[in-house]
């Protein structure tokens, strides 16, 4: 038979073949609920672009009042204002919000609904290999309706590592997939086989083929960014953590410490070289990889438990996290341009492709130099009134105006719930301490008098807290104590500087908790604030390379205003003092 | 099944191939597959060895086919060297030495020293058929380290064929029974990983990366189980040797391609594969059937992998011994005994 006949022979018999099939009734129910969950995930997908149209890639919608997340490199290149497409074919004004290069997270709000689709949030940890998954998003920009391309496979490994560009970009703890992952799709979804959202899709492995899916993708993990939200919210540019130590395979293969910096706090709470790392942050620590992958994941500031052994005692302590970055650092390797892990070829190109290995031609490098200035901040174009609403320039932040919306938030649960009283009268405390004997705390515009059984302990403010900050051992309690009344009489009128910086677990425990950081007189303190706006914790950093003084403030309800029932004050290891209010006044 | 037509035929088996996979949405059966993938991935191990330039990865992947540790793999550069890692599931990280491998099928056993390792029988094998459903195993991309596993891909055997493949830079000798696969399986690092069933059923290893150069597409393959067995059981019962466990002394009088007749292309490469280019009419190589355009592969039993090789090879041979040469001619693998007659001393 000539091949046509062939053809029409084998079509002749297809219409037939169909109609005789039967098809079992599970296969047809699992790709009706597949239809299901793709339909109701896709709503939250955004389509993201520049405002003149070009560029961009992908994102996802994660509460009602239009947040939704992206990569860093996404939003970046797109500016102050971008343009947000749904699958409904509408489009929306952006703004940004926040920025964590160092995870190549961003956070932008679509403006003008209060009821847009959001997906819900889903636990990284609890995805396993082998669990069905979804990526949704415009690989190549193909989408010219803003429908998302939804591409299917399975999670192929998770809590990998990916190592950054320098020192941004770096995929901690991300989830592999081997769903199609491809330029277009950065900062796009990645759904469990329910919808829900486990990941934000960044990076993948290329190297032969040009940069296109070779079936490993890279996300990074929903719990990571949960970490990251409160701070996200907060405007500002975000940074990562460190430990202050660096880790290594000893000879016996074990995580042991190879360097460690004497002015880290995990040096304050016993942390030598050559220690082994047992656990960190709640996690067996069984590789360098594996101790990259927990730090990954916190912010700048958090505190997490870590567990360490040496000749065969092991110890667990809290240890606080500082920043990769120096201050100031990161926002300046911002201005400089970086290279897109994932450029999407322009219309009518190729994606680029290495000459095959094993012929003479040269090598292309694995991350194409992108043209200078191609994703440095675009030149400003015209911002819409209603993105100029919820933007607000100030050098260091993202956008100052979410800072300020959420420092005032902060503020007014705090005072409004508490009614701290008029600003010129004293806050008056007695009670027991710790040891038993009577105490009498007044707090003045102009400093503390503290009156003990055996003694009296006085503080006056005049802009140098001294050294050692009194009384010595606790850190500065005395002004510390100062602090505290003052933010809650002076509010947003104080001076030095007031921002809002997050969520952080006080005490390194718990749910977190807002946090005000007010820099005033070169020194800082943090004031963390619960669910129901009150202070519960209070840190301040005479010395930021010391332990500070830490104030926490519980069993509030049995007397007026901001005042708590106790009072503990902590300095490193140890408690230093303990109040039972009994009685108080600040009216 | 005969009498239906073969469009029927074939989508009736589409369709029972469907039927018999379980329903991904289902909560309970992402749980089992979780638990069969655990099992398969504890007995993958990650291979480490020479290379590391562009190109030429110094990573793949290894399956463990016995409790003594025994590792099933694709021959390639990474496992030339003495100092060769397998890095276990449960991030041991042992010695590997290689016992042996079989020059046409491309693939390696290597040797661990445990003992009660965790392992699949290559008795326990399946076989598939077209739209089989199933999970590729590797460590891709060298993205697992230490005790992190092997990364899982998902995919259907696009369809089981014969594979014709020819030398080249990242060609290899082999040919014979595959399957095809729509997983993107030819990627750095997945040779030697290992193919199964949805419910975890051995199936096959994959194999090395291999790129059509006309059209520059990749192909993405695996090579079932029961076309390696023979050659498994030959390298364990030590039939066939990568390299001699001592290499004997230089021989007095020794032994030169030259001398039985045999003229080789030109040694220009660092590693020339020795092809033969002439054969000198009535000498030995003549008398034992050589021919020009065949490539010699084994000496004696050892694999000889370029000219410098095959030279020194001879050089430990008495030029009156009785040497047994194994060439690959177009795609069958020949084997021909020769030896120097004493008479023709020259």
Not at chain 1, 216 to 236: C, D, E, P, T, W
Not at chain 1, 266 to 273: C, E, I, K
Not at chain 1, 435 to 456: C, D, K, N, Q
Not at chain 1, 467 to 480: D, N, R, Y
């Amino acid at each position: 038979m000539t091949s046509m006949l062939r053809a029409i022979f084998v079509l002749a018999w297809f219409p037939a073949a169909a109609t005789a099939l039967a098809v079992d009734s599970t296969v047809l129910q699992a790709q009706a609920d597949r239809i299901a969950v793709i339909e109701r995930a896709k709503r939250s997908v955004v389509a993201i672009f520049a405002s003149q149209g070009e560029g961009g890639g992908s994102g996802v919608i994660i509460s009602a009042d239009g947040y939704a997340l992206t990569n860093f490199h996404v939003a970046r290149p797109c500016g102050k204002a971008m343009l947000g497409g749904l699958s409904d074919g509408r489009v929306y004004d952006a703004v940004i919000v926040g920025m964590d290069p160092v995870g190549d997270v961003a956070l932008v709000k679509l403006l003008g609904r209060d009821d847009f689709p959001a997906a819900p949030l889903g636990d990284s940890d609890a995805v396993a290999v082998g669990d069905w998954a979804y990526v949704m998003g415009n690989p190549f920009l193909l989408s010219a309706d803003f429908q998302p391309t939804v591409t299917y496979g399975v999670i192929s490994g998770v809590h990998r590592y990916q190592f950054p560009s320098g020192t941004l970009l770096e995929y901690a703890d991300c989830i592999q997939t081997d769903a199609s992952i491809n330029p277009g799709n950065s900062g796009g979804p990645l759904f469990d086989a329910a919808g829900r959202l486990i990941g934000v899709v960044g990076r993948g492995s290329f190297e032969k083929r040009g940069r296109v899916n070779v079936g490993a993708g890279y996300a990074i993990s929903i719990n990571q960014v949960k970490n990251f939200l409160g701070h996200l919210k907060s405007g500002r540019v975000v940074d990562h953590a460190t430990l202050g130590a660096t880790v290594a395979f000893d000879a016996d293969g074990r995580v042991v410490v190879s360097n460690i910096l004497e002015s880290s706090d995990a040096y304050r709470r016993g942390l030598r070289y050559d220690d082994e790392i047992v656990a960190l942050g709640g996690r067996p620590i069984q590789t360098p990889n594996g101790f990259k992958n927990v730090l990954g994941i916190y912010p700048k500031g958090w505190r997490i438990p870590l567990a360490f052994r040496r000749d065969g005692q092991r110890r667990d302590v809290l240890v606080r996290l500082s920043g990769v970055h120096s201050e100031g650092e990161l926002i300046e390797r911002l201005a400089r341009s970086f290279e897109d892990p994932m450029p999407i070829p322009k219309r009518g190109e190729e994606p680029r492709r290495k000459t095959p290995g094993g012929e003479q031609g040269e090598e292309t490098p694995e991350m194409p130099e992108p043209p200078p200035g191609t994703h440095a901040p675009p030149a400003e174009a015209a911002m819409p009134e209603i993105v100029q609403k919820h933007y607000e320039d100030r050098h260091g932040y993202a956008n100052y105006h979410f800072n300020r919306l959420n420092r005032q938030r902060v503020l007014a649960a705090w005072r409004g719930g508490n009614k701290p009283g008029r600003g010129d009268r004293p806050w008056i405390l007695s009670g027991q301490t710790a040891s038993g004997g009577p105490f009498r705390l007044e707090l003045t515009g102009t400093g503390v008098l503290l009156e003990l059984a055996g003694g009296r302990l006085e503080w006056t403010a005049s802009g140098d807290f001294g050294h050692p900050v009194p009384p010595e051992g606790s850190g500065g309690m005395l002004p510390a104590l100062y602090l505290w009344r003052q933010l809650a009489a002076a509010g947003p009128d104080q001076s030095g500087r007031l921002d809002y910086l997050g969520t952080i677990p006080a005490g390194g425990a718990g749910a977190p908790a807002d946090v005000l950081s007010w820099l005033r007189d070169g020194v800082e303190t943090w004031f963390y604030f619960d669910a129901a706006g009150r202070l519960v914790a209070l840190e301040m950093w005479p010395d930021p390379a010391a332990d500070p003084c830490e104030i926490r403030f519980a069993a509030y309800g049995a007397q007026q205003g901001p005042i708590p029932g106790r009072i503990e004050v902590h300095h490193g290891d140890e408690m230093f003092a303990a109040f039972s209010v009994e009685q108080s006044s600040t009216q | 099944m005969n009498a239906i037509p073969t469009p029927i035929r074939t989508a009736l088996m589409i369709a029972a191939a469907l039927a018999a996979g379980s329903a991904p949405a289902a909560a309970g059966a992402e749980s089992e597959t979780g638990e069969r993938l655990a099992k398969v991935q504890a007995a993958v191990v990650k291979i480490f060895g020479a290379g590391g330039f562009r190109g030429l990865e110094a990573y793949q992947t290894g399956l463990l086919i016995s409790p003594d540790g025994h590792v099933l793999t694709m021959m390639s550069p990474v496992l030339d060297t003495p100092a060769l890692k397998v890095v276990l599931d449960d991030g041991r990280r042992l010695d590997g030495k290689l016992l042996g491998a079989d020059a046409r099928l491309d693939v390696a056993v290597l040797r661990v020293e445990a003992e009660g390792l965790p392992y699949i029988d290559p008795l326990s094998a399946v076989s598939a058929e077209a739209g089989t459903r199933v999970f590729a195993l590797s460590n891709l991309f060298g993205v697992a380290i230490g005790n992190e596993p092997a990364s899982v891909q998902q995919g259907v055997i696009s369809i089981v064929t014969d594979l014709a493949a020819r030398q080249g830079a990242f060609d290899i000798p082999f040919s014979g029974r595959v399957y095809v696969l729509d997983a993107v399986t030819s990627n750095p690092g997945s040779a030697g990983g290992v193919l199964v069933t949805r419910d975890g059923r051995l199936l096959a290893i994959l194999g090395k990366e291999l790129r059509n150069r006309r059209n520059n597409t990749w192909l993405n393959y695996a090579i079932p189980i029961a076309e390696l067995r023979a050659a498994v059981d030959a390298i364990l019962a030590g039939g066939v040797a990568a390299a001699p466990a001592e290499p004997p002394a230089k021989a007095k009088d020794p032994l030169s391609a030259g001398l039985v007749g045999l003229v080789l292309i030109p040694d220009i490469l660092p590693r020339t594969p020795p092809y033969i280019d002439a054969v000198v009419a009535g000498s030995p190589a003549a008398r034992a059937g050589l021919r020009p355009d065949d490539l010699v592969v084994s000496l004696d039993g050892s694999l000889v992998s370029s000219c410098k090789a095959l030279a020194e090879a001879l050089e430990h041979r008495d030029r009156f011994a009785t040497i047994r040469l194994g060439v690959l001619r177009g795609r069958s693998l020949v084997e021909v005994e020769l030896s120097v007659p004493r008479e023709e001393r020259r």
